[in-house]
């Protein structure tokens, strides 16, 4: 556990406030934690902006302790609308027969495929794809390829077979996911929401971040919270899943805990900044400026406590195959200098290069010409592959003094000072600033070149479990989750996201880690609907820790 997370001691109890409709006028971040309406104005709308303006809505406030609310919202009912079809991949265009299906294509290319499935004898259909504008991307999207309305999931098992049979992969989905831009305003619903509040002017503990035991061993949100006392919780940021993409449960973004840079950013995505001292949090977009010197010079420093030459999401100065931010894609860079902290666990990753073993003191203390080796107590290690490995043999010799520094750079350029009750925990994209909507997808890597749009289609235009994190122009900080995937909650789009977001009042907020991830624990149990059934493991949780007692 993060030794700022250590002897803490909790909170008991839950004062449910109040339950009303959204017809009887507004409950839930907007309002007061005693009971009684506040006369702010943050919360002046009476529902969320989120499918048809005249569905019904009801909000349980529940006080977790001074200062501190969890908002349970349901929005809609049953949409008699919505049904389960079958979605064909589309083959490509190209003469390569190994060439990706994909979700959209070419209106010629869909219809190719409809007609195929046609002549096979199903009844297939091309729809074309129009999805809300953001920032920078949205619009027009291509064709999609359907077949058949089942009542339930199941239902549509032979339709899937035929299509299968006619040579066309498929699988069959609910119509109530759909994020396009002509239907989502008119969907009834369900959706299922949670909001953590935080009145910095009014809670005494701390909001922080957590990874847990060390950053490669994942827990679920509900272990980060009770190890660590919390009153309540959600899951943090992106992290790697897949050890192919490296150290499992790494962050795959900047990650600071405890006032220690623990993981790098994301080329300049948005990052939630977090002073626990005043419980106060900001959205901001970091960058790296790491480098390792000594008497003989600086040199720069591609990563902190991850596995040389992966680098998920990319967004480094040398990654292949780009520099910039790109979603679920793991980059890769043969020739990298890398430092670890002992936080990363047991040993540092194994394999051919270069590791030197630097000590509490910034001395080197011993060179070893393969990685994989425990990190020295208060020390660190530093790890060299490819043409790197000359360049750290060079500056560190046995003895020599070394300073290692995990620099982040703020917006406006200056380097950041993180202190022991700093968190920043990564994300994207960018969902509000100053107030009004700006969601940054295209910026932020969640528009894949060269894939007809199917990442998008399928990440930021299709309603999914998102979890996202925000303030209001009270300075409250705002921690949110949508369940979805399911028939009892739809999910959000992005840009639904930002309407939320928005119409609960936030001037700025940014998506978290979504999807599988999303969940929300408070009271010591789960709150919400986790889309795989049941938790999953993470990397990181924003905590809503209580106050130490010799601080109250």
């Known amino acids: 556990m993060n030794a700022s997370l250590k002897h803490r001691s909790p ?16 409950v839930g971040p907007g309002h007061a934690d005693d009971g009684r309406k506040s006369d702010n104005s943050t919360d002046q709308s009476a529902h969320l902006t989120l499918g048809a303006a005249d569905l019904p809505e009801s909000r349980t406030v529940t006080s977790l302790a ?47 495929t409809a007609d195929k499935l046609k002549a096979a004898g199903v009844d297939a ?29 199941a239902d549509g098992a032979g ?73 309540a919780g959600v899951n943090g940021g992106f992290f790697v899943f897949d050890p192919k993409a490296g150290a499992e449960g790494d962050p795959a973004g900047v990650g600071v805990y405890g006032g220690k840079t623990l993981s790098e950013p994301v080329a300049d995505r948005p990052a939630l900044v977090i002073d626990g001292k005043k419980n106060a949090s900001s959205i901001q977009r970091l960058t790296w400026d790491g480098k390792i ?8 420093l591609d990563g902190i406590d991850r596995v040389p030459g992966l680098i998920r999401n990319c967004g480094g100065a040398n990654d292949l195959p780009t520099s910039g931010p790109l979603q679920d894609v793991t980059c890769t860079n043969s020739n990298e200098l890398v430092t670890f902290t002992s936080d990363f666990g047991p040993s540092t990753p194994a394999g051919p290069g270069l590791e030197v073993m630097v000590d509490s003191h910034d001395t080197v203390t011993s060179v070893a010409e393969t990685r994989g080796a425990a990190v020295p107590q208060g020390g660190h290690t530093i790890q060299a592959t490819g043409t790197e490995v000359a360049r750290l043999r060079a500056l560190a010799p046995v003895g020599a003094k070394l ?23 990564n994300g ?37 479990p998102r979890t996202f994190a925000g303030t209001d122009a009270q300075g409250r900080t705002m921690l949110v989750t949508a369940d979805g995937r399911s028939t009892a909650s739809l999910g959000l789009s992005l840009k639904e996201e930002a309407d939320v977001a928005m119409s609960l009042g936030m001037v700025q907020a940014m998506n978290l880690d979504g999807g599988g991830s999303t969940t929300t624990v408070a009271e010591g149990k789960v709150q919400n609907s986790p889309s795989g059934g049941s938790e999953r493991a993470i990397g990181d949780a924003l905590l809503v820790l209580p106050a130490r007692k010799d601080d109250q």
């Open 125 to 153: 259909r091309v729809e074309h794809v129009q999805s809300p504008q953001l920032a920078d991307a949205g619009g027009d999207l291509g064709y999609r390829v359907r077949a058949g309305q089942f009542a339930a999931q």
């Open 66 to 112: 001074p200062g501190v609310t969890l908002t349970k919202i349901k929005r809609g009912g049953a949409d008699t609308s919505l049904f389960w079809t079958a979605e064909v991949a589309i083959p490509s265009d190209s003469p390569d027969p190994d060439a990706p299906t994909s979700a959209l294509s070419s209106k010629d290319s869909a219809q190719r």
């Open 403 to 425: 300073k290692i520094d995990a620099g982040l750079l703020g917006q406006d350029g200056k380097t950041m000072h993180p202190n022991k009750a700093t968190s920043v925990v």
């Open 159 to 231: 339709v899937v077979a035929k299509i299968k049979a006619a040579g066309f992969a498929s699988s069959v989905i609910y119509t109530g996911w759909d994020g396009d831009a002509d239907t989502s305003p008119k969907t009834r619903g369900p959706w299922n929401l949670d909001v953590i509040t935080i009145d910095p002017g009014k809670y005494q503990g701390q909001l922080a971040a957590s990874f847990g035991a060390d950053l490669e061993k994942r827990e679920t949100t509900s272990q980060l919270a009770s190890e660590a006392h919390a009153l």
């Open 11 to 26: 909170l008991t109890g839950g004062l449910v406030l109040a339950v009303v409709s959204a017809l009887l006028g507004p």
């Open 428 to 464: 994207g994209p960018l969902l509000v600033k100053d107030g009004s909507e700006d969601v940054t997808a295209r910026h932020d890597g969640m528009v894949h070149p060269d894939d007809g749009n199917s990442f998008y289609y399928g990440w930021v235009h299709k309603r999914n």
């Open 293 to 300: 010197s000594s008497s003989s010079g600086d040199v720069p």
